[in-house]
T-cell receptor, first 106, second 120 residues
Framework: AQRVTQPEKLLSVFKGAPVELKCNYS??????LFWYVQYSRQRLQLLLR??SRESIKGFTADLNKGETSFHLKKPFAQEEDSAMYYCALNTDKLIFGTGTRLQVFP | DAGVIQSPRHEVTEMGQEVTLRCKPI?????LFWYRQTMMRGLELLIYFNNNVPIDDSGMPEDRFSAKMPNASFSTLKIQPSEPRDSAVYFC??????????????????FGPGTRLTVL
């Protein structure tokens, strides 16, 4: 079965703390994974794609096929990072996880 | 390009009324997706089209929901009759070649701003 699991509904940290948003997937083929972000009352927008191996707004995500994970990390969280984060697996359609709300307190 | 356009941005209606949500995808995109977002269920794919043809409508909750794509630049999601439990934010997204070969390779979906539906 094709599935994306984000085990944490809410993650709260203080500014400057490290952040890791967890994502695990289930897929029989070679996965194509994304992280989308949704700031308050705004549209979803692409944050990261695993193929590009880039760092956006200080966030990185590494695909670990052995652990079937694609965790999102940032070493020092900022208040403006507060948002909803969705991990997504691409097949012919995107399969989204249930999302993790990140709250960064001052 | 203005991106994916949705209208209306907000809709408040009474139970039993018909609701029509509209989406204009990015020009040249050949895939269009409709999603529903609620606090309880998160982001759910309702239906998606490829070249104006519905490919997978397994996420459509029930017969009260219907979606059409009469041409490549327009799609509608209709709820008739509407119920309070339909209250949600409905997003439209598109993807395709128009965004450039590199982005096609990444299969990125571009989302609209959403329609916030409230059924009283």
């Amino acid at each position: 079965a094709q599935r994306v699991t984000q085990p944490e509904k809410l993650l709260s940290v203080f500014k400057g703390a490290p952040v890791e948003l967890k994502c695990n997937y289930s897929y029989s083929g070679s996965p194509e994974l994304f992280w989308y972000v949704q700031y308050s009352r705004q549209r979803l927008q692409l944050l990261l794609r695993h193929i590009s191996r880039e760092s956006i707004k200080g966030f990185t995500a590494d695909l670990n096929k052995g652990e079937t994970s694609f965790h999102l990390k940032k070493p020092f969280a900022q208040e403006e990072d507060s948002a909803m984060y969705y991990c997504a697996l691409n097949t012919d359609k995107l399969i989204f996880g249930t999302g993790t709300r990140l709250q960064v307190f001052p | 390009d203005a991106g994916v356009i949705q209208s209306p941005r907000h809709e408040v209606t009474e139970m039993g009324q018909e609701v029509t949500l509209r989406c204009k995808p990015i020009s040249g995109h050949d895939y269009l997706f409709w999603y529903r977002q609620t606090m309880m269920r998160g982001l759910e794919l309702l239906i998606y089209f490829n070249n104006n043809v519905p490919i997978d409508d397994s996420g459509m909750p029930e017969d009260r929901f219907s979606a059409k794509m009469p041409n490549a630049s327009f799609s509608t999601l209709k709820i008739q009759p509407s119920e309070p439990r339909d209250s949600a934010v409905y997003f439209c997204a598109s993807k395709g070649l128009a965004s450039g070969a590199s982005q096609r390779k990444w299969n990125e979906q571009f989302f609209g701003p959403g329609t916030r539906l409230t059924v009283l």
